[in-house]
């Protein structure tokens, strides 16, 4: 089993951020909770007829409806560099030996270069956060029962961020099943609705956390099949 801590560079980071370490694809949080996270792709609904867009906006209601647990819904938007795709289309073009063939890849990497130069190419990617929460009752009223509840339904108590709860692996396992049940629910229903969507593995998830606590010192890199 693979567990690992997410290291930050300074203890008031640390202090903020409410995980406490990535088990089985699965984040842990320091008061216990579990977050899976599934990557949707997007789709471009202005390119869809007006009937297949209010079919696409009424199945992705009754999917939000019919959910009995809560889910957050995140997209990542970042700069794109292609510095690397460039080198990589020019270190190709040393082998092409047909003259004409050449000056089109030439002309192409010229009108890359061009184009970014003006433009901001941002690359988008749309996330699922699924949580399971296991809630332990104290002996206070149904009133701060019904606030922690809630606090702990977003991820706002305190204790979220200060306390580190290590999880006994059969008490994880336990609460592990819960958490595929429910993102299985929702990968299934996205593929219904047409949509592609896959878990996020461990080693997506920790560059993944990184990048949106540390949004300026990231670039998402441009492959051959995003061109």
Same mark, same amino acid.
């Given at each position: 089993?693979?567990?690992?801590?997410?290291?930050?560079?300074?203890?008031?980071?640390?202090?903020?951020?409410?995980?406490?370490?990535?088990?089985?694809?699965?984040?842990?949080?320091?008061?216990?909770?579990?977050?899976?996270?599934?990557?949707?792709?997007?789709?471009?609904?202005?390119?869809?007829?007006?009937?297949?867009?209010?079919?696409?906006?009424?199945?992705?209601?009754?999917?939000?409806?019919?959910?009995?647990?809560?889910?957050?819904?995140?997209?990542?938007?970042?700069?794109?560099?292609? $510095?690397?795709?460039?080198?990589?289309?020019?270190?190709?073009?040393?082998?092409?030996?047909?003259?004409?063939?050449?000056?089109?890849?030439?002309?192409?990497?010229?009108?890359?270069?061009?184009?970014?130069?003006?433009?901001?190419?941002?690359?988008?990617?749309?996330?699922?956060?699924?949580?399971?929460?296991?809630?332990?009752?104290?002996?206070?009223?149904?009133?701060?029962?019904?606030?922690?509840?809630?606090?702990?339904?977003?991820?706002?108590?305190?204790?979220?961020?200060?306390? $580190?709860?290590?999880?006994? $692996?059969?008490?994880?396992?336990?609460?592990?099943?819960?958490?595929?049940?429910?993102?299985?629910?929702?990968?299934?229903?996205?593929?219904?609705?047409?949509?592609?969507?896959?878990?996020?593995?461990?080693?997506?998830?920790?560059?993944?956390?990184?990048?949106?606590?540390?949004?300026?010192?990231?670039?998402?890199?441009?492959?051959?099949?995003?061109?």
């Amino acid at each position: 089993m693979s567990n690992k801590k997410i290291s930050t560079n300074s203890a008031s980071t640390q202090y903020l951020m409410p995980v406490n370490e990535i088990r089985n694809n699965t984040i842990v949080l320091k008061n216990g909770s579990l977050r899976s996270i599934i990557e949707v792709d997007g789709i471009n609904i202005d390119l869809m007829s007006s009937e297949d867009q209010e079919n696409m906006l009424q199945m992705w209601q009754s999917f939000l409806n019919n959910l009995d647990f809560s889910v957050q819904v995140i997209i990542v938007s970042r700069k794109a560099n292609i $510095d690397e795709y460039i080198r990589n289309v020019e270190s190709k073009l040393e082998s092409i030996e047909e003259e004409m063939l050449q000056m089109q890849v030439s002309d192409y990497i010229e009108f890359i270069r061009n184009f970014t130069s003006n433009n901001k190419i941002i690359d988008k990617k749309y996330y699922i956060v699924v949580p399971y929460d296991p809630f332990v009752f104290k002996k206070t009223s149904f009133v701060g029962q019904v606030k922690d509840m809630f606090l702990n339904i977003f991820n706002l108590n305190r204790e979220a961020f200060t306390q $580190d709860t290590v999880l006994a $692996d059969n008490e994880f396992q336990k609460n592990y099943q819960q958490l595929i049940l429910r993102q299985d629910t929702i990968i299934s229903q996205l593929l219904k609705m047409g949509l592609s969507a896959k878990l996020v593995l461990t080693n997506e998830v920790i560059p993944l956390i990184h990048n949106i606590y540390n949004p300026d010192t990231t670039l998402q890199t441009m492959t051959d099949n995003q061109i």
